[in-house]
């Protein structure tokens, strides 16, 4: 379903203040109960990843399926008119990720790890979207951050970087701290919960100049 506003949206509908706002509701509790994902892998290597949630605070509830399927001039056609951002075209991996302050994949498939250990500097930050290609960094890196760990449990070095692992949650409550100091090495695997999903969706819906839309909720019991 997508809703499509008949009104324009307000500019900056969403900063980086208000990201870390939204997002610090989204922790484990009864009143927002978000299971980690439900994996159905395909004979062709495709998959779904159902993730269900329940957001009661907005009486909001959702299960969004997610298909995996088969990109760098369309992302600078996007920035060209940016003069703040500049593009660096490298060969090879060592040269993306050597000297980098911040390294970002989206990249879910891969058989061996991008680099060797010496390539990522003192003070990095790793944001991948899964272990693979980055599975070295599980077992040196000083902390790691995700958006639930149980879903990050089943990774191959999971009970070795366990013991430095916390909830991003936890941290922007203030309940555990973020980075120390600027030599440490961080890792951050947000995985993917519905439940921030559903919360932004519902910020972003309650700031766009839309009137409210009347909604029935099932009673019945369905088997999916």
């Not at 060969?91 to 061996?112: M, Q, R």
Request: hydrophobic content about 35%; charged content about 20%.
């Amino acid at each position: 379903m997508i809703l499509k506003p008949s009104g324009p949206l307000q500019p900056r509908l969403r900063t980086a203040s208000s990201s870390a706002e939204w997002t610090r509701p989204c922790g484990k509790s009864p009143a927002t109960p978000c299971p980690p994902k439900i994996h159905i892998s395909q004979q062709d290597g495709d998959y779904y990843n159902v993730m269900p949630c329940i957001y009661e605070r907005g009486n909001l509830a959702m299960v969004k399926l997610i298909r995996y399927h088969g990109h760098e001039n369309r992302i600078m056609d996007l920035f060209r008119q940016d003069p703040d951002v500049h593009f660096v075209l490298c060969d090879t991996y060592e040269e993306v990720i050597g000297g980098s302050d911040l390294v970002i994949s989206a990249i879910t498939k891969v058989t061996e790890n991008f680099v060797t250990d010496e390539y990522f500097k003192e003070g990095c930050t790793v944001i991948p979207i899964c272990t693979m290609g980055f599975q070295n960094c599980d077992l040196f890196f000083d902390r790691v951050f995700t958006d639930e760990i149980e879903q990050i449990r089943g990774f191959r070095y999971f009970d070795h970087f366990a013991p430095v692992t916390t909830n991003v949650t936890d941290v922007l409550n203030g309940a555990a701290p973020g980075r120390t100091d600027n030599v440490q090495r961080i890792l951050v695997y947000n995985y993917g919960i519905a439940i921030h999903d559903l919360v932004f969706a519902a910020n972003i819906y309650g700031r766009a100049a839309v009137p409210d839309t009347p909604y029935r909720y099932c009673r019945k019991k369905y088997f999916i």
